[in-house]
């Protein structure tokens, strides 16, 4: 069974920067694709990065975070940081690791059968 463990949340002012990590127990992650999805109150999930399995490493961005986020994988310790520049107030949200056997699952969001983290929560203050 694959748990998933997010850390690195936090509060940060606008402009700002910050690391979140998922790691992963009970599985590699290195032949599955993984993404960072995230939740507003009263807003749909979006998938905000992903990156596909290691022997193809194919990253997704949506648009408007790119430039200013990256997503990258560390196969020594198990696991998927997402590096977040430029943090703006509309990037505050809960922020899910989801691990998938699909890139594009990922990216319309067919997760149902998705692996899941707890999430960490992501605040960008003025």
């Known amino acids: 069974q694959l748990r998933l463990v997010e850390s690195g949340g936090g509060l940060v002012q606008a402009g700002g920067s910050l690391r979140i990590s998922c790691a992963a127990d009970g599985r590699t992650l290195t032949m599955s694709a993984v993404g960072w999805i995230r939740r507003t109150p009263g807003k749909e999930r979006q998938l905000v990065a992903a990156?596909?399995?290691?022997?193809?490493?194919?990253?997704y961005y949506r648009d408007s975070v790119k430039g200013r986020f990256t997503i990258s994988r560390d196969t020594d310790k198990n696991t998927v940081d997402l590096q977040m520049n430029s943090l703006k107030l509309e990037d505050t949200a809960v922020y899910y690791c989801a691990v998938d056997q699909s890139l594009h699952n990922l990216i319309v969001l067919n997760i149902a059968d998705t692996y899941w983290g707890q999430g960490t929560q992501v605040t960008v203050s003025s």
């Open positions: 990156i596909s399995r290691r022997d193809d490493e194919t990253t």
